[in-house]
C-alpha cells in the first residue's frame, strides 16, 4: 500500500513527508512517495495533495505537470482511492476558487472559496497560528479527534460547501471558518496536520487506515 504525496513546487514537503512516514510507520500502512510523475499517483493506493500560496498559482501549478491532473482524477474519480487535500490542496476540491479571479476546482466537494470576513475587524487577515476545532460531523479520519482539539492555520481564504454534511469541522475566527471536509473517498484539511501536532498526527494515522 504507498501512499503519494504530490509535488507540485506547491512549497516544501520535507514537514510533511515526515509525519506521513512517521505515521505510516506507526500504522503499517506501507510506504510514502513524494513525486509529481503521474505514473507514480496511477499506481497509488492513497493520494495527498498539499498546497500553499494562492489557489490560482496552485491551480496552474498542478496542471504545469505534463499528465498530472488527468492522473488525480483517474485516482479519485475512477480507482476511489482515499484522498487527503491540505490546505490550498483542500480548497481545490471546491467547485471555485475567487482568489484574485475565478478559477475553477475539480468540484469533488462543492462549494466555493472566499476571503475570510471576520465579524470583528481587529481580527487579522490571514488567520495564522492555533485554533480549536468544533466537530459537527463524524467520520473515520476523525477517531480519536475530539471538539477542542488544537490545529495549526495559515491562510486568507476558506471553503464555504454547497451542502453543509461535508463540512466535518470548523473553528471560530469571527465567525465559523471551515476546517475539515469529506465527501465519498475525498477529504481535507484548511489547516496543516503535519504542524498540528498531536491532532495532526492522529488525523494523518486516520486517512492511512481509511477505507472509503
Not at 23 to 31: H, K, L, S, V
Not at 116 to 139: F, R
Request: glycine residues 10%.
Amino acid at each position: 500500500m504507498t501512499t503519494v504525496l504530490v509535488d507540485y513546487d506547491s512549497g516544501n514537503l520535507h514537514s510533511a513527508q515526515k509525519a506521513f512516514e512517521r505515521m505510516a510507520r506507526e500504522t503499517d500502512a506501507g510506504p510514502v512517495l513524494v513525486s509529481s510523475r503521474p505514473e507514480d499517483v496511477a499506481r497509488a493506493d492513497r493520494v495527498v495533495l498539499p498546497g500553499d500560496g494562492a489557489f490560482p498559482a496552485c491551480r496552474r501549478g498542478l496542471q504545469g505537470f505534463a499528465g498530472l491532473e488527468d492522473a488525480l482524477i483517474e485516482a479519485v474519480e475512477t480507482r476511489a482511492v482515499p484522498f487527503l487535500g491540505i490546505c490550498v490542496g483542500m480548497q481545490m476540491l471546491a467547485t471555485k476558487g475567487l482568489e484574485y479571479e475565478e478559477v475553477a476546482g475539480f468540484g469533488w466537494v462543492p462549494g466555493t472559496v472566499e476571503r475570510i470576513a471576520p465579524s470583528d475587524p481587529a481580527l487579522k487577515i490571514p488567520h495564522m497560528g492555533w485554533n480549536d476545532l468544533v466537530l459537527t460531523g463524524s467520520h473515520p479520519i476523525l477517531d480519536g479527534i475530539a471538539t477542542g482539539d488544537h490545529a495549526y492555520f495559515v491562510h486568507s481564504y476558506q471553503m464555504r460547501v454547497a451542502d453543509a454534511a461535508d463540512r466535518l469541522a470548523h473553528v471560530d475566527y469571527g465567525g465559523p471558518v471551515t476546517a475539515i471536509v469529506a465527501r465519498g473517498n475525498v477529504a481535507g484539511t484548511q489547516f496543516h496536520p503535519e504542524k498540528s501536532q498531536r491532532t495532526g498526527l492522529r488525523l494523518i494515522a486516520n486517512f492511512l487506515r481509511w477505507r472509503p
